[in-house]
């Protein structure tokens, strides 16, 4: 692919204009028989198995100063121009080289994921078990298979005894978490005092979380907050994954508090939930970061200590491409290294 690029602002002449080369990572599959093989070869193992395949040939190893995996989940609308990206991304400044993998819901990301060799996982399930029944619920796929995904990626994860940091392909990065995250997570945890949950949070509204960024420690308070996540997604599978997360990490601060549930679910519930609230045997402890630090909103002015932007765009930017404008303009995403001799990155400066 071949672009332009103008030296000279105020001077259009072609003699003032000289080609850039971009240059995409090299194709590991090639043939269209070899990329339909590694396609169908993940469509006939299970998601679980896959991820565990991934951990078990150390495909993806934990990070060390975390002592964690990551991950992602997209579909083509972000993977078609950011799969690159996202990858150089992760390597170069988050610092989880080597320890993530991107979660496909579609055939057209794991074509991309297979044609350059990144490590993926497609997801499948069951479509007449999954989804909703209900005539009357009105849900996308997309947005039932991103909530599930998120949540039983998670559980698997803290299943297996894995603790994990899971970034949503809509939040950019300016510089590596990891030592924010380990801080609380290692630092400043003990069996008196456990750290196992944290998130971002609103910029506008510290006390809501948001759960575009968040790492986990493996426990058994995390395993059955996910598997609550699960319970509330099927009985309530109109309801907004992030509100289902908040709702369950406000009765787990409610029982820390009180010694008991309190009150029970009373609001955005679609429908609502049959256990309500549920039964919380182990609730977990959480923290956010500084709003500072990881700012998601409509309006974000980043900071010195802003290590990660997550835009939240109304109309007319709500979808990908009104997100990825908002990030460039915000100089957080211009694309992976791709000009000879240009220093270009993703969330580079």
Not at 4 to 21: G, L
Not at 170 to 198: C, G, Q
Request: proline share 6%; glycine share 6%.
């Amino acid at each position: 692919l071949e672009g332009v690029d103008d030296n000279n602002n105020n001077n259009n002449n072609d003699n003032n204009r000289r080609r850039v080369s971009y240059i995409y990572p090299p194709e590991v599959l090639t043939t269209p028989a070899e990329i339909s093989q590694c396609i169908q070869q993940s469509m006939n193992i299970t998601w679980q198995n896959q991820i565990k395949s991934l951990l078990a040939t150390n495909r993806i190893r934990k990070e060390p100063i975390t002592n964690m995996v990551a991950f992602t989940i997209s579909d083509y609308s972000y993977a078609s121009d950011m799969m690159h990206d996202v990858f150089q991304m992760n390597d170069e400044i988050v610092g989880f080289d080597d320890s993530f993998f991107m979660m496909a819901l579609d055939e057209s990301t794991m074509e991309m994921a297979c044609r350059y060799g990144y490590p993926a996982v497609a997801w499948h399930t069951d479509n007449e078990k999954e989804q909703p029944r209900d005539d009357n619920i009105n849900i996308s796929k997309l947005k039932h298979d991103v909530a599930h995904t998120k949540f039983e990626v998670s559980l698997l994860l803290v299943t297996l005894g894995i603790d994990f940091f899971f970034y949503e392909m809509d939040v950019w990065f300016l510089t590596s978490p990891k030592e924010l995250i380990a801080d609380y997570h290692h630092h400043h945890s003990d069996k008196n005092n456990p750290h196992d949950m944290l998130l971002s949070a609103h910029t506008k509204d510290p006390q809501s979380v948001n759960i575009g960024v968040y790492s986990v420690s493996s426990n058994q308070r995390t395993i059955e907050f996910f598997q609550l996540c699960i319970q509330m997604t099927r009985e309530s599978p109109a309801t907004h994954d992030q509100w289902i997360m908040s709702q369950l990490l406000l009765l787990a601060w409610t029982i820390h508090q009180n010694g008991s549930p309190g009150v029970q679910f009373n609001r955005m519930w679609y429908p609502p939930p049959q256990h309500n609230p549920p039964s919380m045997k182990f609730p977990p402890v959480y923290g956010t970061y500084n709003t500072n630090e990881v700012q998601a909103g409509e309006y974000l002015q980043p900071a010195r200590s802003t290590v990660a932007v997550h835009p939240l765009c109304r109309r007319p930017l709500k979808k990908p491409w009104g997100k990825k404008m908002v990030a460039k303009e915000l100089g957080a995403w211009f694309g992976f290294t791709s000009r000879r001799g240009g220093s270009g990155g993703a969330g580079g400066g």
